[in-house]
């Protein structure tokens, strides 16, 4: 009888601990999933201070406390929207930052006291790489992107590729840039043309 007491306070007395630790494994994984989905998706935690929208981008418009007035939307070739209550908006061509400031005045005093508006990027509009690299297409722009990550996100160099003959046809002005650095910066629209090597 006297092992069983013992037995049993043991047990009432082990348990905190044991829900203790179940809860910091849990935490635990809960950080390492957060920590590995960054790794995965860095360009969601970039800053993107000098990053102009454009057409094509996926947006996400979070008002908080307000769900009826958030917003998940595509920049369209307008590259205006129709805010709820104040209106349209112009989206193309302006920072996420910019905007989240346009909407909070805007919504301020008539509509809401003290508005806090977020933008968050849904998905980035496309660059495009075509010539000798494995597998030319459109591919999602990403933050910082140079010609050399462009390169690998295509798959890389074929055999026949001409490394030192690398050009950038610019999405926003339609200029050719020629004998480009594999660190030059890629842009949104841009295509990274890859020549062949004739030797």
Same mark, same amino acid.
């Given at each position: 009888m006297r092992k069983w007491l013992v037995f049993l306070l043991t047990l009432v007395l082990s348990l905190p601990l044991m829900a203790e630790e179940a809860v910091q494994q849990v935490l635990g994984a809960a950080?390492?999933?957060?920590? @590995?989905?960054?790794?995965?998706?860095?360009?969601?935690?970039?800053? /993107?201070?000098? $990053?102009?929208?454009?057409?094509?981008?996926?947006?996400? +418009?979070?008002? $908080?406390?307000?769900?009826? &007035? @958030? &917003?998940?939307f595509k920049v369209s070739k307008s590259g205006v929207v129709n805010f709820p209550y104040?209106?349209?908006v112009v989206i193309a061509g302006r920072t996420p930052s910019a905007i989240e400031t346009e909407i909070e005045e805007r919504l301020r005093g008539d509509y809401l006291l003290n508005p806090m508006v977020t933008i968050n990027m849904e998905s980035?509009? /496309?660059?495009? +790489?075509?010539g000798?690299?494995? @597998?030319?297409?459109?591919?999602?722009?990403?933050? *910082? /992107?140079?010609?050399e990550q462009a390169i690998a996100i295509a798959g890389g160099?074929?055999? *026949?590729?001409? *490394?030192d003959d690398i @050009? +950038?046809?610019?999405g926003a002005t339609n200029e050719v840039i020629e004998d480009v650095e594999l660190t030059h910066p890629v842009q949104p629209g841009d295509t990274v043309i890859v020549e062949q090597s004739f030797f």
């Open positions: 950080n390492e999933q957060q920590a @590995s989905s960054q790794q995965a998706n860095p360009q969601v935690h970039e800053n /993107l201070d000098d $990053y102009f929208l454009g057409t094509g981008d996926r947006i996400e +418009i979070i008002v $908080y406390g307000e769900p009826d &007035m @958030s &917003m998940k104040i209106g349209e980035f509009r /496309l660059f495009y +790489i075509f000798e690299v494995t @597998s030319p297409n459109g591919y999602e722009f990403q933050p *910082r /992107l140079t010609v160099f074929t055999d *026949r590729a001409d *490394r @050009s +950038i046809r610019s």
